[in-house]
């Protein structure tokens, strides 16, 4: 990562953009979302700049920007599209300490200004570090049809409500409150629906919300499959991306591990072994006994015998300490006979012997090595027919 992505508060905040034609106009009109100070200079002024400039929504300057006039400057824009005033402002900046964009040049630029979905207060900012500006706005259209336009609305009436919700819950149980009520209204349009009627569907939520169930830690061994966050169930995805504490270890792809909250605890099993003289379950109950109520821990796994065989064993442990044991089973690889590898059939086994793991089975001695039985048995595995699996539907779902 180049470019660091941050939000920067510009209420009251005095920006200027050297240059009042064509190319400063889409800034300019991007910068007036903000409450910022916005002060353009620049000879012959596109009639956009003239008429914003006599509605008060900016000051323009009918000549070149000078050093005195980035006294309190925050940022400054080169959209002169001129490579000797482009440098001029460049050393301006410079001199002053402030950072720099000089429009549609990005070797020149300090700073880049993303493409953005607007749902004031709710933002999101998409950026390619000026490599695929296309792809960004393809990118932005996506998320435009995922975020409703109402989604600002609700956000900023749910502000009045956090009180409410911060009295009656504990902060474990603020947090699953809002991401049932937030899951919910991403499936609906609030638009039209008055501020009362929104507040009172939020009480009664409220009234209604287990806050019993919300306090039970859970602990979920999660199966990643074949490490490729595209294939990754549903289930198994959504309890990623809301996680408390998630372990892990070297099989486990970055990608994948880049879903989790980035204030999760993620604990490195391989490192920890390495350098305690614990077990990876002794490991693993050590930081469950310290989790506080409600949260959400993950193990993540992938797809091998050692992990179907520890699946007994590690719900004892956990339950042990009063947290509820969940496996969340993934989509298996299926390898044919062509493939010059061992055929994979544990999902099958697993789905045929559910309800004996929890006793400690040995996944193993359930169904023992016999490649002419395990191909007898599981002829669907191993010759294209594989049911459910052809239709994206991940086996397994929970």
Known sequence: MKYFPLFLDLVGKKVVISGAGTTAVPKIRLLM????????????????????????????????????DLKNC??????????????????????????????????????????????????????????????????KARVEDLLPVSLGKFAKISTTFRGRVASKLSAVQIRSF??????????????????????ENLAT????????????????????????????TVKARRLIENADIVFYDH??????????????????????????TQSRQQIIKTICQKASQGETILQLGTNTLQMWETLGPESSNIEELGIKFEFVPGVSPIRTQGSGEKPTDLLSVFLDN??????????SSVYPKQ????????????????SSLDTGVPMGEG
């Open 178 to 199: 809002w991401a049932s009520i937030f899951e919910g209204m991403l499936q609906k349009n609030v638009q039209a629906m008055p501020e009362e009627k929104i507040l």
């Open 354 to 363: 559910r309800t004996r793991w929890k006793d400690g089975v040995n996944l």
């Open 251 to 276: 099989k486990i792809s970055k990608h994948i591990l880049e879903l989790a909250r980035r204030e999760a605890q993620f604990i490195d099993l391989d490192q920890r072994t390495s350098s305690v």
């Open 371 to 386: 490649p002419e039985e395990s191909e007898e048995k599981f002829p669907h595995l191993l010759h294209g027919n594989r």
């Open 33 to 68: 979302k903000t409450r910022a100070r916005i002060l353009v200079f620049g000879m012959m002024p596109e009639p956009e700049i003239i008429n914003w400039h006599s509605q008060g929504k900016l000051i323009h300057f009918d000549r070149e920007v000078a050093s005195e």
């Open 74 to 139: 925050v940022l400054l824009y080169g959209a002169d599209n001129n490579p000797e005033k482009d440098q001029k402002v460049l050393a301006l900046g410079e001199t002053h300490g402030v950072l720099v964009n000089i429009v549609d040049n990005l070797q020149l630029s300090q700073f880049i200004t993303p493409a953005i979905v607007d749902r004031d207060p709710v933002t999101v900012a998409i950026g390619t570090e000026g490599t695929a500006p296309v792809l960004a706005r393809k990118i």
């Open 205 to 232: 939520s409220l009234e209604n919300f287990d806050a019993d169930k919300a306090g039970q830690s859970v602990f979920y061994l999660v199966e990643s499959g074949v490490n490729n966050p595209d294939l990754l």
